[in-house]
């Protein structure tokens, strides 16, 4: 191999330390050559190839400008040394390089840069990488595949996270077990709570009670208590009740040693659900069961309170073991059947509504949630195989009351002998007592003296007024016999309440003592 020399060079690389007899010739001619007058470096002569090595030593020696290549095969090894090795499953370290939308690049001084997928950018789903991450900014990740079919190195920033947290879970869950993180998502069943890992919180463990809507809770922090663990499940159960329960308990033991059976107190209905609803009493939740709701039948409990309602309730019992209260709705309130009781008594007539047909009678509602049975053998003069020969659902109806029992709260009625006649009941009889009949029997309205003219009364006056001496629609002309008979605005006023009237007639003549019905 040929040494190229020239005037004060600056490198020399040696590969061979004898040159051929033609080489130690030609660099003897190119040193004589030179017209540099600062130095002759070296002089070699075909005679000695040994004196040219020595010059050229010499000469390397006395100038700190040359360098020899002395790394040879070494330099990959020098190379391959600064890199960093890694393995499947091994965390590292790196610079944010470049943030796409559906990657991010991490150098971390490895041959190539690593790619962390979008998916595996954080615990939380759908997110942008920029918020995630920013350039420059130096991350933990672990390898996920140090080589995919296209040689890239996969990195996972979520799962370092995990690997990260999982031993800081552990520690809380040996100490005190709570822990503090927002709720990022909302999903079937409960809401999922960044604790650094995926930290699941069952519906029925958000609040001391079961919450129907979560949706307000996404975004909010929130603390709770880890119930269960499974590493190789990445499986995180929390209770933000179980933390209530802990945290409140002396203030929880305080209001209900405060609280006894028979007080009414006034709270805010928090939730319906299917067998009742729970009132806030300002310090706890309180069951109304739904028998405890009405005093009449309840199909749902939505259909009596709603969420938000202000009630007063009475308190039935409280459980100190069990840190529960049995509310009462119906108990502030006055009940039907006694204020029925206390306004009815047997043997008078009141008016009613066919609500049911059965085999042996026929029900009818003769108050507000209050119904009386009618057995098949009240309810004509003559036989009857089925109810439904007699009345129909819906009919409204005159009945009288042959049995009343409170305690049992039960009523009997009889159709056929209210047709007999009887004593009218106190709410009816300005409406349907005697003064409301002539002394023929037939109705003539209320006739209270100085009783102003009714609204009905009022609205014919009105419509006659502008339709002059005519007629309403629809009414029957009048009879020669009796023209003004249709025209008389109490007749006209009630026809519903005439005709139920002349329905509970007794079939013969009425007796002084027993004005009609």
Not at 191 to 220: C, H, K, M, N, T
Not at 403 to 427: F, H, N, P, T, Y
Request: hydrophobic share 35%; aromatic share 6%.
């Amino acid at each position: 191999m040929t040494v190229p020399l020239f005037p004060n060079p600056k490198a020399v690389f040696v590969s061979d330390p004898t040159p051929t007899p033609s080489e130690t010739s030609a660099s003897s001619e190119a040193l004589e050559s030179s017209t540099d007058g600062d130095a002759v470096v070296a002089t070699a002569t075909n005679d000695s190839g040994e004196e040219f090595v020595a010059a050229v030593e010499e000469f390397v020696r006395s100038d700190d400008d040359i360098v020899f290549d002395d790394v040879g095969d070494a330099l990959d090894d020098l190379y391959n040394s600064s890199m960093v090795d890694v393995e499947d499953g091994q965390m590292v370290t790196g610079s944010v390089v470049r943030i796409d939308r559906d990657e991010v690049l991490l150098d971390i001084g490895y041959k190539s840069e690593g790619v962390i997928p979008v998916r595996e950018l954080s615990i939380r789903n759908d997110v942008d990488p920029s918020e995630i991450v920013s350039p420059g900014e130096e991350i933990e990740a672990l390898v996920v595949q140090k080589e995919d079919k296209d040689g890239r190195l996969i990195l996972s920033k979520k799962r370092a996270q995990y690997e990260r947290a999982w031993g800081t879970i552990e520690e809380i869950k040996e100490s005190t077990g709570i822990v503090t993180g927002p709720v990022i998502e909302v999903v079937k069943g409960g809401l999922i709570i960044d604790i650094g890992l995926r930290g699941f919180l069952p519906a029925s463990l958000v609040e001391l009670r079961r919450v129907r809507d979560l949706a307000p809770y996404l975004g909010r922090e929130l603390e709770a208590k880890i119930i269960e663990l499974d590493r190789n499940r990445n499986n995180v159960v929390l209770s933000r009740r179980a933390y209530l329960e802990e945290t409140q308990k002396e203030q929880r033991d305080e209001f209900l040693a405060n609280l006894a059976p028979g007080e009414r107190r006034k709270g805010v209905v928090s939730s319906v659900v299917n067998f009742g609803a729970f009132v806030d009493l300002g310090g706890m939740d309180g069951l109304i069961h739904v028998s405890e709701l009405s005093w009449k039948h309840v199909d749902h409990p939505s259909s009596v309170v709603t969420v938000g309602d202000e009630v007063d309730v009475e308190v039935l019992e409280v459980d100190l073991d069990r840190e529960r209260i049995s509310l009462s709705l119906k108990a502030t309130q006055q009940d039907p059947w006694q204020e029925f009781a206390s306004a009815h008594q047997v043997g008078e007539l009141v008016y009613g509504r066919v609500t049911k047909l059965v085999p042996f009678g026929s029900f009818v509602q003769v108050g507000e949630g209050i119904e009386g049975l009618v057995h098949i053998s009240e309810m004509s003069q003559h036989h009857v195989d089925l109810p439904e020969q007699v009345v129909t659902p819906g009919e409204e109806l005159w009945v009288k009351i042959i049995d009343l029992d409170l305690q049992r709260r039960r009523i009997s009625l009889s159709i056929k002998q209210a047709a007999e006649g009887g004593i009218v009941a106190a709410e009816y009889q300005e409406h349907f007592g005697e003064h409301a009949y002539d002394d023929e029997g037939n109705y003539i309205g209320s006739g209270i003296e100085g009783e102003g003219p009714s609204e009905a009364e009022e609205a014919w006056a009105a419509y006659y007024a502008e339709q002059g001496d005519g007629e309403a629609p629809g009414s029957p002309e009048p009879s020669a016999e009796s023209p003004a008979e249709a025209e008389t605005p109490a007749e006209a006023e009630s026809p519903a309440e005439e005709e139920a009237v002349v329905e509970a007639e007794p079939a013969g003549e009425a007796s002084d003592d027993s004005p009609d019905a």
